[in-house]
């Protein structure tokens, strides 16, 4: 066989084939191979018209079928398939030759792998892909971390298929080091779960409090998807809720069972927050809702539980409503993304990474499922200052969330007198609140665990750490 695979995918599930055809459509030359062969014949057969394709059946066959230095690309299911993925090919591999995993793992994973083969003098390129199989095939949102110098080679490979933006540029960029791709990629996911609950919480006071249809809803999607909210998922939750069930002729949202999974990279959004000590208060609301919804038992049993009693809103006030909503959910998602931007640039302080987020930003504009215009502004504050402390010290965004705050607050207001659950409003607003806070009490909370562990406590007027001798005459002594 000879080596002419410019890159070669392994695992051809619906990523990994979509992948493949499209490193093919734009020229390169594909070796291809699975676990099971029949998936490998099965592209081959269907898609071979597409570009230049090499079938294989070994692990040997697919190594041999690589140009050097071999770029071979693993699309299998996060977790132990990589491992085994690596182990089988990484002793066919030579010192320069990567492995780019472009599945869903986390990044703890990326940074051992990385580290393992780095001994092996393998470039190891943990790359985080959004845009679901669409994004795949037609252009995605890359997110590669791994040795700076394999981007080199890897890079216009990566730019050539990925998406591009409105202003024509790439949507892949090398994120940082070792794990930053996917670290950057499961925050990516974290802001995807909390736009979509924010997302979900406008519709549903939109139809509990306002008393809207899902079509009527709909239309009121696609209207703010022509403003500043202009985003792939406010696209297509108007897609969803114009859509009616063939079968009982009923609106599509209503004949679903009110039950959300979840794959994992949000829940990890939240644990790594934990563990860098970074609020993401929004991402964390958005994790517990779709477990929430899940506990069916709990809900049944709940059920019976005292509500206020609901008013309909006028026509007018209805209108009026919805505009302040469209407030509410603009001013919650830029909590949302301060917050994973915060997570990102922890994570990079934490793990050396230098992260640029202005970067991160832009190639966040197209192909990946929190694709919006948004962005744009994102990356314009990071570029206009890289050290912005938060996104909300940018004073573009901080004019624009105190122009929205009245309404955030009326509109959560409603939601409460109305017993509509809106946890991700809620954190929200409470980040805010708490970020502009003069005093917290915290100061309180100090007190609290010095007088009952003598943890210790720093006043306000000087340097030192103190402790009241709370069981004795309460004098202060230094801690
Ligand atoms: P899956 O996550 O469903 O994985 C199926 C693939 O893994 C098949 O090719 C299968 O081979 C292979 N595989 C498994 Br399972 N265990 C293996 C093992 N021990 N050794 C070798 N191969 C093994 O595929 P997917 O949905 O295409 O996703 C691929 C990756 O991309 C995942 O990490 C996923 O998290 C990530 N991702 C998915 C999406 C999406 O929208 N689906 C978006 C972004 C990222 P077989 O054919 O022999 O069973």
């Given at each position: 066989?000879?080596?002419?695979?410019?890159?070669?995918?392994?695992?051809?599930?619906?990523?990994?084939?979509?992948?493949?055809?499209?490193?093919?459509?734009?020229?390169?030359?594909?070796?291809?191979?699975?676990?099971?062969?029949?998936?490998?014949?099965?592209?081959?057969?269907?898609?071979?018209?597409?570009?230049?394709?090499?079938?294989?059946?070994?692990?040997?066959?697919?190594?041999?079928?690589?140009?050097?230095?071999?770029?071979?690309?693993?699309?299998?299911?996060?977790?132990?398939?990589?491992?085994?993925?690596?182990?089988?090919?990484?002793?066919?591999?030579?010192?320069?030759?990567?492995?780019?995993?472009?599945?869903?793992?986390?990044?703890?994973?990326?940074?051992?792998?990385?580290?393992?083969?780095?001994?092996?003098?393998?470039?190891?390129?943990?790359?985080?892909?959004s845009g679901g199989?669409e994004g795949?095939?037609h252009?995605?949102s890359?997110?590669?971390?791994?040795?700076?110098?394999?981007?080199?080679?890897?890079?216009?490979?990566?730019?050539?298929?990925?998406a591009k933006a409105a202003d024509?540029?790439?949507c892949?960029?090398?994120?940082?080091?070792?794990?930053?791709?996917?670290?950057?990629?499961?925050?990516?996911?974290?802001i995807e779960y909390a736009d979509m609950q924010l997302i979900g919480e406008a519709y549903q006071l939109l139809r509990?409090?306002a008393?809207y249809s899902p079509a009527q809803i709909a239309d009121i999607f696609r209207t703010w998807n022509t403003g500043r909210l202009d985003s792939y998922l406010i696209e297509i939750t108007a897609e969803v809720l114009s859509h009616v069930?063939?079968?009982?002729?009923?609106p599509f949202v209503?004949?679903?069972?009110?039950?959300?999974?979840?794959?994992?990279?949000?829940?990890?959004?939240?644990?790594?927050?934990?563990?860098?000590?970074?609020?993401?208060?929004?991402?964390?609301?958005?994790?517990?809702?779709?477990?929430?919804?899940?506990?069916?038992?709990?809900?049944?049993?709940?059920?019976?539980?005292?509500?206020?009693?609901?008013?309909?809103?006028?026509?007018?006030?209805a209108s009026a409503f919805a505009d302040q909503v469209e407030q509410a959910l603009y001013a919650s998602k830029i909590?949302s993304y301060?917050?994973?931007?915060?997570?990102?640039?922890?994570?990079?302080?934490?793990?050396?990474?230098?992260?640029?987020?202005?970067?991160?930003a832009?190639?966040w504009r197209g192909g990946c499922i929190i694709r919006a215009a948004f962005l744009d502004r994102i990356r314009?504050?990071?570029?206009?200052?890289?050290?912005?402390?938060?996104?909300?010290?940018?004073?573009?965004f901080?004019?624009e969330?105190?122009a929205a705050?009245?309404d955030w607050?009326?509109v959560?207001?409603?939601?409460?007198?109305?017993?509509?659950?809106?946890?991700g409003f809620?954190?929200?607003?409470?980040?805010?609140?708490?970020?502009?806070?003069?005093?917290?009490?915290?100061?309180?909370?100090?007190?609290?665990?010095?007088?009952?562990?003598?943890?210790?406590?720093?006043?306000?007027?000087?340097?030192?750490?103190?402790?009241?001798?709370?069981?004795?005459?309460?004098?202060?002594?230094?801690?």
């Amino acid at each position: 066989m000879s080596s002419s695979a410019q890159i070669g995918v392994t695992g051809l599930a619906v990523m990994g084939r979509n992948l493949a055809r499209n490193f093919a459509r734009n020229g390169y030359a594909v070796a291809l191979h699975n676990r099971t062969a029949a998936r490998t014949h099965a592209l081959v057969e269907e898609f071979g018209s597409e570009g230049d394709f090499v079938a294989t059946e070994t692990a040997k066959e697919f190594v041999a079928a690589l140009e050097r230095p071999r770029r071979l690309v693993i699309m299998v299911k996060a977790g132990e398939p990589t491992d085994a993925v690596i182990q089988e090919f990484a002793p066919l591999l030579e010192p320069g030759d990567m492995i780019i995993d472009g599945g869903n793992a986390h990044f703890a994973d990326t940074r051992r792998r990385e580290r393992d083969l780095r001994e092996q003098g393998i470039h190891f390129v943990g790359a985080g892909i959004s845009g679901g199989e669409e994004g795949a095939l037609h252009g995605p949102s890359i997110m590669p971390g791994g040795p700076v110098e394999s981007y080199d080679s890897l890079g216009p490979m990566l730019e050539k298929i990925s998406a591009k933006a409105a202003d024509g540029a790439p949507c892949v960029t090398h994120v940082g080091p070792d794990g930053a791709g996917h670290f950057v990629k499961m925050v990516h996911n974290g802001i995807e779960y909390a736009d979509m609950q924010l997302i979900g919480e406008a519709y549903q006071l939109l139809r509990d409090v306002a008393g809207y249809s899902p079509a009527q809803i709909a239309d009121i999607f696609r209207t703010w998807n022509t403003g500043r909210l202009d985003s792939y998922l406010i696209e297509i939750t108007a897609e969803v809720l114009s859509h009616v069930d063939a079968a009982t002729g009923e609106p599509f949202v209503d004949v679903v069972q009110d039950q959300a999974e979840q794959k994992g990279t949000g829940r990890w959004t939240v644990q790594i927050a934990l563990d860098l000590g970074v609020p993401v208060s929004g991402i964390a609301e958005a994790v517990f809702a779709r477990s929430l919804s899940g506990h069916s038992a709990l809900r049944e049993a709940s059920r019976g539980l005292a509500g206020p009693t609901a008013s309909a809103l006028s026509e007018s006030e209805a209108s009026a409503f919805a505009d302040q909503v469209e407030q509410a959910l603009y001013a919650s998602k830029i909590v949302s993304y301060t917050q994973g931007f915060h997570e990102i640039s922890a994570g990079s302080a934490e793990y050396d990474w230098n992260i640029d987020l202005g970067a991160v930003a832009s190639i966040w504009r197209g192909g990946c499922i929190i694709r919006a215009a948004f962005l744009d502004r994102i990356r314009a504050a990071y570029d206009a200052r890289a050290d912005l402390p938060s996104l909300l010290s940018d004073d573009t965004f901080a004019q624009e969330i105190g122009a929205a705050q009245d309404d955030w607050r009326a509109v959560l207001v409603a939601a409460v007198q109305q017993g509509v659950p809106t946890p991700g409003f809620a954190a929200a607003l409470a980040y805010y609140d708490a970020l502009r806070a003069e005093r917290l009490p915290a100061a309180l909370t100090q007190g609290q665990r010095d007088f009952f562990g003598a943890h210790t406590y720093r006043r306000t007027d000087r340097e030192g750490s103190f402790h009241t001798l709370w069981g004795g005459d309460r004098s202060e002594v230094s801690g």
